[in-house]
């Protein structure tokens, strides 16, 4: 069989995520994946082009020369942040109403809403996808997709939902490739890509609401009869409860950030013996200049994520898909959020849903590349497994020529972009020089069992295993659920869902939502692209 590359960049508020798989048929091998800093990304999207293609270029020729390849073109994932959601309706009159309704009519209706849909204003706004939610003949309503198809009718209408952002914001992921002289092949709409890589058929099926803690953003994105039915971001995430630790302490960014990551932790009443630890944090000349309680910083984080998850909360409230019918699968949370230690059990205890922590599913295997499986790595493993279906994809070869307006181009345009706006062109820049390889990062030794942990600015990276922080899965009083014959038991009857309506008013609702029991079968991952 023929094999292929596929490289995927997760473009991130703190950090930009190069993936780069080796697929032979069906099998999926993780080759390369590292994260980078960003720049120029703020709230999930590209505000500074130029710093961002400064960042980029440094991850794409490390990767280049430990492959031994050329990246020519790439997946990428749009915003998430600022995206409105709004309900779209196509009809059409078939010329054979006796006639079985095809896979085709269903595709040509889809296009039909996507085209006909009103943009208030087409220079600011841009359409970055579509799901179908329910069709419907004029006998029979609200069918599913895969149910509508082979009935027959004289008239097809469809609902979909529709996700529509900013357009300078798609703009400048063009303006940065471009500069890198680097073809973008795909665009996806994370939510969509992010939840098939992460969740199961059957929590889709039941009713899942899957919570995406990114440093810039959280997401909420719910899942009903494998339809995802609604989406709401938050502009708060990781970087917020960083900013608040750098502020509470009067230390740096990259201090506290290391801070957050080996002793940071929600409920700080919940601590075991490392709640009791003070780190002490020493100046440049050894002499000790900062002395912080680790259940203090517990308090900051906690004091933060109350109002990151019950404003998250809030969403699904608004959604209309909040009791536990509608949500049977509980909720799944990923991202780089979903490592910080008791989040998800922070999350049960202010919702009493069931909770739990998710990465990307095994659809592939990643031997020496084990961070592709951490949950922060969700949406670059998600556009991988979307790109899969593309077999003409290739990323170390160039796409195929096409016409564009007027002119030959060597790279397809974007969909959702204006015909007369090329993509970028083949690659004729040699390769710069390569950038020299920083120096290995020490790992600061196991801490003692002392009362004082001392941690210098000149060496902060911190990277203690689960023994050295003292959490070891008992610092946190949780009691398993059971499960028998699929029926869930629990050991404690669950708390009762609060109201957070009146807390978070400044969250507007957006789109409609479509009465229940109406949908259709989620939407081919390879049809979520914009």
Sequence with gaps: MEERHIASVDLGTSKIALSIAKVVGEDVQVVYYKESPSQGIRNSYVINPHKVETELRKAVQ????????????????????????????????????????????????KSLALETYPIGDTNKEVIYGAVAQSFSTDDSFNELENDI??????????????????????????????????????????????????????????????LDLGAGVSSVTIFKGKILRYYAAIPFGGNTITNDIKAECGISFELAENLKKAYGACMPNKLANLGEKIIQINDENGQPNTRIAVKYL????????????????????????????????GVVITGGGANLVGCAAYIKELSGYSVKVAAARPFFSCEGCAEARDPGAATSMGMILAAKADHTLNCINMPPIRK???????????????????????????????????????????????????????????????????????????KEEEEDGGNRKKTKEPKPKKDYSQRFVWIKRVGKKIEEGVGSIFDDIKDEEV
């Design 62 to 109: 490390e990767a280049q020369q430990e492959l031994k390849i050329r990246i020519q073109q790439v997946i990428v994932g749009l915003p998430r942040y600022e995206v409105r959601q709004e309900t779209a309706t196509a009809r059409t009159t078939r010329t054979d109403e006796d006639a079985q309704i095809t896979e085709s009519e269903i595709r040509t209706l």
């Design 149 to 210: 198809i082979g009935m027959a009718g004289a008239e097809l209408e469809g609902n979909f939902k529709v996700f529509v952002g900013q357009r300078r914001h798609s703009i400048n992921i063009d303006n940065t490739f471009n500069s890198l002289g680097i073809a973008i092949s795909k665009k996806y709409f994370p939510p969509g890509i992010t939840a098939r890589a992460v969740l199961k058929n059957e929590q889709m099926e039941n009713g899942v609401a899957l």
């Design 298 to 329: 517990s308090e900051i984080i906690t004091a933060r994520m109350r109002e990151i998850i019950e404003a998250l909360l809030y969403c699904i409230q608004e959604s209309g898909y909040s009791s536990e019918d509608d949500l049977r699968g």
């Design 404 to 478: 564009v307006g007027r002119s030959m181009v060597q790279a397809p345009v974007p969909s959702g972009q204006p015909e007369e706006t090329p993509a970028p062109a083949s690659v004729q820049e040699a390769p710069a020089p390569a950038a020299p390889k920083p120096e290995p990062i020490r790992e600061a030794p196991a801490p003692k069992p002392v009362e004082e942990t001392v941690i210098s600015p000149v060496d902060p990276k911190i990277a203690p295993t689960d023994d050295e922080s003292g959490y070891g899965g008992t610092v946190f009083e949780q």
